[in-house]
């Protein structure tokens, strides 16, 4: 696996978060298309746990001790225990992209990390690198929700047949 590819992208991906969720009005970022999907709060509050609780602390506990299990997590029930849908907004995603910038510093100032540490979970083994690539992917499939709210935020806010832009399904396979 390369390593730097993985880290060099959640860097970067840092930047990308900061553009899709900045500037954005409250009735926007509150707004869901249906009653159980999440808004942009939301998201901003799981990626914000997920940055500190879930990615880099899983990745530093196998580099660090492959004798024991990671603490367990609970993104889904993070929601409604952490209250997400009352948190600050801007204040959340501030902290979210400082946590980010936090997990880019430690990983980069790993020296020697041994990637291919594991421990066995349930569905098998999973390593240092395991944890690292997932991370990315987790970026990208939120980068995919938060651009399809933001698509149908805004053919809801328009009124508008938006299927003239194209309807996304060519673009997403």
Not at 100 to 111: A, F, G, P, Q, V
Not at 126 to 149: G, K
Request: net charge negative; hydrophobic share 35%; proline share 5%.
């Amino acid at each position: 696996m390369d390593h730097n590819f993985a880290i060099e992208n959640l860097s970067r991906n840092g930047n990308v978060f900061k553009e899709l969720f900045s500037g954005i009005p409250e009735e926007e970022y509150l707004w869901r298309p249906q009653p159980e999907k999440w808004c942009l709060l939301e998201i901003v509050c799981h990626l914000y746990d997920e940055e500190q609780y879930d990615f880099r602390a899983r990745t530093k506990h196998v580099l660090d001790n492959i004798q024991m299990s990671p603490p367990a997590i609970d993104p889904e029930g993070w929601v409604k225990s952490r209250n997400y849908i009352d948190q600050n907004y801007d204040e959340t995603l501030e902290k979210f992209l400082n946590e980010r910038k936090r997990s880019i510093e430690w990983l980069t100032s790993l020296k020697d990390p041994q990637w291919k540490n594991e421990y066995v979970h349930k569905l098998g083994p999973m390593s240092a690198e395991f944890f690292l690539a997932n991370w990315l992917a987790h970026d990208l499939l939120h980068f995919r929700q938060i651009i399809s709210l933001l698509y149908n935020y805004t053919r809801y806010k328009t009124g508008v047949d938006v299927e003239y832009a194209g309807s996304g399904e060519k673009i997403a396979n």
